[in-house]
């Protein structure tokens, strides 16, 4: 079974840069996957930040990015502010015609 | 505006049914891909199902042959049928639009506690 590998856990410091990364149990992460990432704060619904690896979803500000780094996909966040204290969640398109999110990365901004 | 507002959750008893409903705004149901996700309490987000503009559907191992997806075009609504529910699918439910393969718009959710 397919495993959708994130950081449990990450820190930044208020105005920093952070790379926040999506891998696979087995093999890597390419385009072909179209990895999404997506904001969650306690009792909210998610909010999409990226699909299709790289694509901003609208009214999302340019601090935050995505790309593909080395076998996996990557969210960065520069400029880090109070307010992206959040779970992070990436998953990914299999070619089964199914999704397969992470376990999601806990941010914390300090 | 677009928008997606789930209804239908509650409590359950094991082996029970129940029908979620998401009526969107803004944007034509039959003409998007749409899925169903959802959150345990605590817990990460798990996709469970989509359903293609040509009605074709797909769904999770985890709830194969007990949720079906399907839309009511007259009432621009999504929908989830969950049968033979388990303690294991207590859950907040989301319904998503999707675009690029990935998930643009989402709903606020509705919870669904299977519990005796």
């Known amino acids: 079974q397919t495993v959708v590998t994130q950081e449990p856990s990450f820190s930044v410091s208020p105005g920093g840069a952070v790379t926040l990364t999506c891998g696979l149990s087995s093999g890597s992460v390419s385009t072909n996957y179209y990895p999404s990432w997506y904001q969650q704060t306690p009792g909210q619904a998610p909010r999409t930040l990226i699909y299709s690896t790289n694509t901003r979803s609208s009214g999302v500000p340019d601090r935050f990015s995505g790309s593909i780094l080395g076998n996996k996909a990557a969210l960065t966040i520069t400029g880090a502010q109070a307010d992206d204290e959040s779970d992070y969640y990436c998953v990914l398109y299999m070619n089964s015609g199914i999704w397969v999110f992470g376990g999601g990365t806990k941010l914390t901004v300090l | 505006e677009v928008q997606l507002v789930e209804s239908g959750g509650g409590l359950i008893q094991p082996g029970g049914s129940l029908r979620l409903s998401c009526a969107a705004s803004?944007?034509?149901?039959?003409?998007?891909?749409m899925s169903w996700v959802r959150q345990a309490p605590g817990k990460g987000l798990e996709w469970v199902s989509v359903i293609y503009g040509d009605g074709s559907t797909n769904y999770a191992d985890s709830v194969k042959g007990r949720l079906t997806i399907s839309r009511d075009n007259s009432k621009n609504t999504l929908c989830l049928q969950m049968n033979s529910l388990r303690a294991e699918d207590t859950a907040v439910y989301y319904c998503a639009r999707m675009a690029g393969r990935g998930f643009d718009i989402w709903g606020q959710g509705t919870m669904v506690t299977v519990s005796s």
């Open positions: 803004g944007f034509i149901v039959s003409s998007k891909y």
